[in-house]
């Protein structure tokens, strides 16, 4: 075998091999990929037109098409429509093919299975003899979802089904219904409205907030002050006890020093007052000096006495 033959037979095989791989992968039917344009409920019902005449019917359906498993008759959607119908979990097309229910669709009977649908739909049986369906106890209705997924091009209403009554059936409708997945889609555009209600009273309660903060923060602050103030208050009580005590203890009390050193004598009711009128670190500062002051002028006295003796 040559080496050409060998790289084409490898070719073939890698073609066919991954061709096998996509047909394997590739769902058959993709619902996602449908475009619904149009979807809700009603009643069904079933019927079976085979233009023989043994389950009551007139010939064949509208469409002109043969009667067969997936033709629905439909009140006033066009003929041609195609959608499906689910019903316990279960899921089978249709297309109109017909015109019908006449008068049940006037008690909101909207769509008309074929009995091949039916039966399969509710776990019956088709008679071909009958033309109807056994083993459903005599069930001629059931509740269906539907969704259309085309509209036929003739006449008809293009939008939720009515009676056969109103005539809808005959008249062209140019004004389809809106798809539901670009009504959905226009609401998610639609921008949020801001709940500015319930901001306000979130930003009035800040507001109010701030004065009571800050009246909070000057009546610490007064009550910083009025304690630094009784602090210096008692220190300067001391300081002039101090000093009394001092004063009291020179020979001669308070008159002896007067007599000595009248001057200085005269400063110290100042000074005295000085202290009483002082708060914070510089009355207690001035308290201080002036108490040194007393006590140099009290040892100025006791030495002139002493030089006045021995005179």
């Known amino acids: 075998m ?32 449908e475009k619904i344009l149009l979807e809700g409920s009603t009643t069904a019902s079933y019927f079976w037109d085979d233009s023989s005449g043994r389950a009551g019917d007139t010939g064949l359906p509208a469409s002109g098409k043969p009667m067969q498993k997936g033709l629905a008759a439909s009140p006033s959607w066009p003929l041609l429509t195609e959608g499906y119908v689910m019903y316990e979990g ?19 009977v909207m769509l008309d299975l074929d009995a091949k649908t039916f039966a399969e739909l509710t776990g019956g049986r088709f008679n071909s003899d009958t033309l109807g369906v056994d083993g459903i106890g005599g069930e001629g209705h059931i509740k269906i979802d539907y969704v259309i997924t085309k509209w036929g091009d003739g006449v008809g209403k293009k939008n ?43 930003e009035k309660a800040a507001e109010a907030a701030e004065p009571v903060a800050a009246a909070d923060d000057d009546a610490a602050a007064d009550a910083a002050d009025d304690a630094a103030a ?14 009394g005590k001092a004063v009291a203890a020179a020979p001669g009390g308070r008159a002896g020093v007067e007599t000595v050193v009248g001057r200085h004598t005269q400063a110290a009711p100042a000074a005295v007052e000085a202290k009483e009128a002082g708060t914070g670190v510089a009355g207690m500062l001035l308290s201080f000096v002036l108490a040194l002051a ?16 021995r005179g």
């Open 230 to 243: 009784e602090a210096a208050r008692a220190e300067a009580e001391d300081g002039r006890a101090a000093a």
């Open 90 to 108: 279960k899921k089978m097309p249709f297309f109109v093919g017909d015109r019908g229910p006449g008068e049940p669709s006037s008690r909101g």
């Open 294 to 309: 007393g006590g140099g002028v009290v040892l100025g006295g006791d030495r002139l006495r002493r030089l006045v003796t």
């Open 2 to 33: 040559s080496a050409h033959f060998g790289l084409r037979s490898f070719a073939v095989l890698t073609a066919c091999s991954i061709g096998a791989l996509t047909a394997v992968c590739t769902p058959a039917h993709a619902d996602t990929d």
């Open 160 to 202: 939720y089904p009515v009676a056969f009554s109103t005539g809808a059936w005959s008249e062209r409708d140019d004004n389809p219904a809106e798809p539901p997945k670009v009504l959905a889609e226009e609401k998610a555009e639609q921008p949020a409205a801001k709940p500015m209600a319930a901001e306000q009273p979130q």
